[in-house]
């Protein structure tokens, strides 16, 4: 989603019009990691909103229909939820930092950013209302326009602003702000009217109802939209230092251990009970330890993506990193058929297993076709569109070699 582009390129710095730079000079690692934190948001999707509705689990608890269901469901959530979405959010910060740093030269600099950030809520925009409301960039937009401003600033500032937003994101978990969170009676009649409604209904039942829910949703992203901006400025935060420049291996797998090995602690003691009687500090478990994880996750496979032998072990994923934008929206549509009543209608028919298993086939397509795309042309489609979009001129598309 974020673009993973080199800094500044000769055309930059001569003044000519900035244009995209050569697909072949991006930085492999960071388009690895965003095609693994790919598999991982898209799991969580299919399982929790595609499959049922998005507020059940907010509901009383109920017992999965299967032994197979409920492991599923135990690891996606205590090792993915919300980890995936918090790691995209990361790179989505990085990608801003190269953008910047790439327009350096150019006195348009600002105009094209904040054109690009424009576009990408038109997308979300497009997205949200008539594709699937589960959709995360328009709120990415709506954040980068917030983080824009602090890259033109020092690299402390960038550091403090971070702090800052997470430290608002965590006193947020810990005092909830009144109003912050849907009633339990709606969300109960949503509930109710999704199972009927995404099951049987047509098209125009379908797109209706999710207008209607985008007021519920939108709950959903205020509690995490601090996050999200403290996340954007510490990706922004960790290219500005160079980490991800030439990644010291040896830094980030001691950086990777210990975040994994602090993150995961904080989870499971939330999980297991054991921060039940330290009130409101014991509430900050999970949401620290789910930010903790998602660094260590990027850390581990930046590190592993960079060695030598990287290449052979991650290498699949980075054809998907480059096109996560049309492989986000294309499965969107994949799902929305698969599930609503204006296809095969398994909306709450299916268990968490069988959910992910066909998440698993449709990534494993996505594989293959991504590569093959890529060896054709130079971005993915909606990529292209993206940046043809930014610059006011068409792109070149086509591999010239």
Not at 147 to 157: A, E, H, I, K, S
Not at 354 to 382: D, E, H, K, N, T
Request: charged content about 10%.
């Amino acid at each position: 989603m974020a673009s993973g582009l080199m800094p500044p390129s000769d055309q930059a710095v001569t003044g000519v019009s900035p244009e995209p730079i050569d697909p072949a000079r991006r930085i492999d690692a960071i388009d690895a990691l965003r095609g693994v934190a790919l598999f991982g948001v898209m799991a969580i999707n299919i399982t929790t909103i595609f499959r049922v509705s998005i507020f059940e689990q907010f509901l009383f608890p109920k017992t999965p229909a299967s032994p197979l269901d409920h492991t599923v469901e135990t690891v996606l959530k205590l090792a993915i939820d919300l980890k995936a979405l918090a790691l995209f959010s990361l790179l989505f910060g990085v990608g801003l930092a190269i953008q910047f740093e790439r327009l350096s030269k150019s006195p348009r600099r600002a105009a094209l950013l904040v054109r690009r950030l424009a576009v990408l809520l038109a997308f979300g925009l497009f997205h949200l209302c008539l594709i699937w409301n589960g959709d995360i960039l328009t709120e990415y937009a709506l954040a980068g326009l917030i983080v824009l401003p602090f890259l033109f600033g020092q690299r402390w500032l960038l550091a403090v602003a971070a702090l800052a937003s997470l430290g608002l994101y965590l006193a947020m978990q810990a005092f909830p702000p009144p109003g912050l969170w849907p009633g339990t009676a709606a969300m109960a009649q949503d509930v109710t009217e999704a199972r009927r409604i995404y099951a049987t209904g047509g098209f125009l039942d379908v797109l209706t109802f999710r207008l209607r829910e985008i007021p519920l949703f939108a709950y959903l992203h205020a509690n995490i939209f601090p996050r999200t901006v403290g996340l954007f400025l510490l990706g922004a935060f960790a290219w500005r230092t160079g980490i991800l420049r030439n990644p010291p291996r040896h830094l980030l797998f001691s950086i990777a251990a210990a975040c994994i090995s602090l993150g995961a602690a904080l989870i499971l003691a939330r999980a297991g009970g054991f921060t039940a009687g330290s009130g409101r500090i014991g509430v900050l478990a999970e949401p620290l330890g789910t930010i903790l994880l998602a660094l260590g996750y990027g850390a581990t496979i930046i590190g592993i993506a960079s060695l030598k032998s990287g290449n052979r072990l991650l290498g699949w994923a980075a054809s998907l990193g480059r096109m996560a934008f049309t492989n986000y929206l294309a499965q969107s549509l994949i799902f929305g058929w698969i599930f609503y009543g204006y296809g095969l209608g398994l909306f709450g028919q299916l268990g968490a297993a069988s959910a992910l298993a066909i998440c698993v086939a449709v990534y494993a397509a996505q594989i293959p076709f991504s590569a093959w795309w890529l060896g054709r042309y130079r971005y993915g489609p909606v990529e292209w569109l993206w940046r043809t979009l930014m610059y006011g001129a068409a792109q070149p598309m086509r591999r010239t070699v």
